[in-house]
């Protein structure tokens, strides 16, 4: 411990920090302390005091602050900490606080910290759910409560939420991972706009001598036994949970139906009673969303003018399944098995540095922009008349490097990811809150062109595909064959999805549209929300697989960005 706060350097960014809104944390840490100052320690019940009485809320701090710790303690270089940790209290040391307060409890929890310190960006992290599970994937009282938080329904402020997406039953991991399957989401998980966080895991080493004849109950890079799914979900109307996995640990079992939780299967974290220890093992899918909220917090520091849509989309565009998790939900591979696989680890695993950086050989754009879903119908004059219909369309003409793209080899294969992040706001007074078209306010669609397909082309697409969709029937796709997820991504509020193609035909797809689609703002115009502004954050990345390949430097000098020059020293 002494020789981590040693190489540690707590460079903190005065107006970026972590919110954890759980048990309390013991900031007498040594490795706490620096992070987590008292003022910065609160409970929604200040009779509950800000002391952690269960040791959860300590163990979710150690991990926001510096990650999995064990390899922070088996590294020697230099550690920076550049954001910051609070602490709200919403958990009772005694009882457990009423079903109906839930989200009333969450929603002040929150209050007191932006109240405490109202300049900071916060990531608001939370890793408490509800073991009953009845809601299964309908919005409750809660989950509609975290929507109407995150997407500033009284304020106008967004804020992004990180949570778990909850663990599975102790009685059903012997039937992993079938039970993993029919294990729901739980609630508040079924959120709309927070990033519900599942679990995965790369531990399958047992050196404990007492398990020697113990084996790992998940593959390596498998899904946790921790982890629950949105698998029993029904299809094409819910959200797609949780988006994204991280480490959540692993099981040894004996082969005899014997199950143990192992230290060496396991994360490590700080302890809340640091007289008797400093470390303790962490798992389930509370260290995962504790992970996710670091990942955020880093991308918020270096990235200030971010939005909280934005670094939602980076953490979802910067993950891929690894060979675990594709060996063991994709099947064939098809869209159909693609569709199962999004539903049980979401997009796969966030790669951090993915999300900060571009190499050579890869390069990412970002847009921030508003954009009015709705208006008054109009005559031919521009008069307004009875009815609501769609109104804006955004379309983007991409900077691609065209010269570069056609003069690779024929047939080189290129990948181009899109991702498109927006937060709704929930159908006021629960009133159908089973129809996703009168629980979300709107909905947005990215569409790209197909090689040989113009814009206007591109447009009169779009435009059909809306009219069919107004008219019940499912809307127009643009050409599948390209895309690896195709129409199961337009699920919740967060899509993204994997074009892949030839260089060539990447030259010639270089216009993206975000249009929207109907919610309750046009269908319960009523409400006067109808002409309401709705913001988003769109990414797209392409990536060539050769190293030589520089498609970042050509972009960079025509939209005016100064590329830094190599000098031999």
Same mark, same amino acid.
């Given at each position: 411990?002494?020789?981590?706060?040693?190489?540690? $350097?707590?460079?903190?960014?005065?107006?970026?920090?972590?919110?954890?809104?759980?048990?309390?944390?013991?900031?007498?840490?040594?490795?706490?302390?620096?992070?987590?100052?008292?003022?910065?320690?609160?409970?929604?019940?200040?009779?509950?005091?800000?002391?952690?009485?269960?040791?959860?809320?300590?163990?979710?701090?150690?991990?926001?602050?510096?990650?999995?710790?064990?390899?922070?303690?088996?590294?020697?270089?230099?550690?920076?900490?550049?954001?910051?940790?609070?602490?709200?209290?919403?958990?009772?040391?005694?009882?457990?606080?009423?079903?109906?307060?839930?989200?009333?409890?969450?929603?002040?929890?929150? #209050?007191?910290?932006?109240?405490?310190?109202?300049?900071?960006? $916060?990531?608001?992290?939370?890793?408490?759910?509800?073991?009953?599970?009845?809601?299964?994937?309908?919005? #409750?009282?809660?989950?509609?409560?975290?929507?109407?938080?995150?997407?500033?329904?009284?304020?106008?402020?967004?804020?992004? /939420?990180?949570?778990?997406?909850?663990?599975?039953? %102790?009685?059903?991991?012997?039937?992993?991972?079938?039970?993993?399957?029919?294990? #729901?989401?739980?609630?508040?998980?079924?959120?709309?706009?927070?990033?519900?966080?599942?679990?995965?895991?790369?531990?399958?080493?047992?050196?404990?001598?007492?398990?020697?004849?113990? /084996?790992?109950?998940?593959?390596?890079?498998?899904?946790?036994?921790?982890?629950?799914?949105?698998? &029993?979900?029904?299809?094409?109307?819910?959200?797609?949970?949780?988006?994204?996995?991280?480490?959540?640990?692993?099981?040894?079992?004996?082969?005899?139906?014997?199950?143990?939780? &192992?230290?060496?299967?396991?994360?490590?974290?700080?302890?809340?009673? %640091?007289?008797?220890?400093?470390?303790?093992?962490?798992?389930?899918?509370?260290?995962?969303?504790?992970?996710?909220?670091?990942?955020?917090?880093?991308?918020?520091?270096?990235?200030?003018?971010?939005?909280?849509?934005?670094?939602?989309?980076?953490?979802?565009?910067?993950?891929?399944?690894?060979?675990?998790?594709?060996?063991?939900?994709?099947?064939?591979?098809?869209?159909?098995?693609?569709?199962?696989?999004?539903?049980? &680890?979401?997009?796969?695993?966030?790669?951090?540095?993915?999300?900060?950086?571009?190499?050579?050989? #890869?390069?990412?754009?970002?847009?921030?922009?508003?954009?009015?879903?709705?208006?008054?119908?109009?005559?031919?004059?521009?008069? %307004?008349?009875?009815?609501?219909?769609?109104?804006?369309?955004?379309?983007?003409?991409?900077?691609?490097?065209?010269?570069?793209?056609?003069?690779?080899?024929?047939?080189?294969?290129?990948?181009?990811?899109?991702?498109?992040?927006?937060?709704?706001?929930?159908?006021?007074?629960?009133?159908?809150?089973?129809?996703?078209?009168?629980?979300?306010?709107?909905?947005? $669609?990215?569409?790209?062109?197909?090689?040989?397909?113009?814009?206007?082309?591109?447009?009169?697409?779009?435009?059909?595909?809306?009219?069919?969709?107004?008219?019940?029937?499912?809307?127009?796709?643009?050409?599948?064959?390209?895309?690896?997820?195709?129409?199961?991504?337009?699920?919740?509020?967060?899509?993204?999805?994997?074009?892949?193609?030839?260089?060539?035909?990447?030259?010639?797809?270089?216009?993206?549209?975000?249009?929207?689609?109907?919610?309750?703002?046009?269908?319960?115009?009523?409400?006067?929300?109808?002409?309401?502004?709705?913001?988003?954050?769109?990414?797209?990345?392409?990536?060539?697989?050769?190293?030589?390949?520089?498609?970042?430097?050509?972009?960079?000098?025509?939209?005016?960005?100064?590329?830094?020059?190599?000098?031999?020293?």
């Amino acid at each position: 411990m002494r020789d981590l706060l040693e190489r540690t $350097r707590y460079e903190l960014v005065p107006d970026v920090s972590v919110c954890i809104l759980d048990t309390g944390v013991n900031n007498g840490h040594p490795i706490i302390g620096p992070v987590l100052s008292d003022v910065d320690c609160q409970a929604v019940d200040p009779s509950w005091g800000t002391h952690d009485h269960d040791k959860h809320g300590t163990l979710m701090a150690g991990i926001a602050a510096y990650g999995n710790l064990v390899e922070a303690l088996s590294e020697n270089g230099p550690i920076n900490l550049n954001h910051r940790l609070e602490s709200v209290k919403i958990l009772p040391p005694h009882g457990a606080n009423p079903t109906e307060l839930w989200g009333y409890i969450t929603s002040q929890g929150i #209050s007191r910290a932006e109240i405490n310190a109202p300049e900071r960006k $916060r990531i608001h992290c939370m890793a408490v759910a509800a073991a009953d599970t009845r809601d299964r994937r309908r919005p #409750s009282s809660w989950s509609g409560q975290l929507d109407q938080i995150t997407a500033g329904t009284d304020d106008d402020i967004r804020r992004l /939420l990180i949570i778990s997406a909850g663990n599975t039953d %102790p009685a059903g991991w012997a039937m992993y991972p079938d039970a993993q399957l029919t294990d #729901s989401i739980h609630d508040p998980g079924q959120s709309w706009n927070a990033l519900t966080v599942g679990a995965y895991t790369e531990l399958d080493a047992i050196q404990d001598r007492t398990l020697k004849d113990y /084996l790992p109950m998940a593959p390596k890079n498998g899904l946790s036994p921790f982890s629950t799914t949105s698998f &029993c979900w029904e299809d094409n109307k819910w959200p797609i949970k949780p988006e994204i996995v991280l480490e959540g640990g692993n099981l040894a079992h004996d082969g005899n139906g014997f199950i143990t939780e &192992c230290d060496d299967l396991s994360l490590l974290s700080t302890y809340y009673d %640091p007289q008797n220890s400093h470390f303790h093992p962490f798992t389930m899918t509370s260290a995962a969303t504790a992970q996710a909220a670091c990942m955020a917090a880093r991308i918020q520091a270096q990235y200030p003018d971010f939005w909280p849509e934005t670094i939602r989309a980076l953490l979802v565009h910067a993950a891929n399944w690894p060979d675990g998790l594709w060996q063991q939900f994709s099947g064939d591979g098809s869209k159909t098995a693609l569709k199962k696989l999004l539903r049980i &680890c979401g997009y796969g695993v966030p790669n951090l540095e993915r999300a900060l950086f571009s190499a050579a050989n #890869s390069l990412t754009l970002i847009a921030q922009a508003e954009i009015q879903p709705f208006d008054k119908k109009r005559d031919d004059v521009g008069k %307004p008349i009875s009815g609501y219909r769609t109104k804006d369309m955004h379309v983007y003409e991409l900077p691609w490097p065209k010269d570069v793209l056609r003069g690779l080899p024929d047939g080189t294969g290129v990948e181009m990811r899109v991702t498109l992040s927006y937060f709704i706001e929930p159908g006021p007074g629960e009133i159908g809150w089973q129809d996703r078209y009168r629980y979300a306010s709107h909905a947005l $669609r990215f569409e790209l062109n197909s090689p040989g397909e113009g814009k206007e082309e591109l447009i009169k697409r779009i435009n059909k595909a809306a009219r069919d969709e107004e008219g019940g029937h499912p809307g127009t796709a643009s050409a599948s064959k390209y895309w690896k997820i195709g129409q199961a991504r337009d699920r919740g509020s967060v899509h993204s999805d994997i074009w892949q193609g030839t260089a060539q035909e990447l030259a010639d797809s270089n216009i993206i549209a975000i249009s929207p689609r109907i919610g309750w703002w046009r269908e319960r115009a009523h409400l006067k929300r109808w002409d309401r502004r709705a913001r988003y954050a769109l990414v797209v990345s392409i990536t060539t697989p050769e190293e030589t390949i520089d498609v970042y430097t050509p972009v960079a000098t025509q939209v005016g960005i100064t590329v830094p020059i190599e000098i031999p020293v």
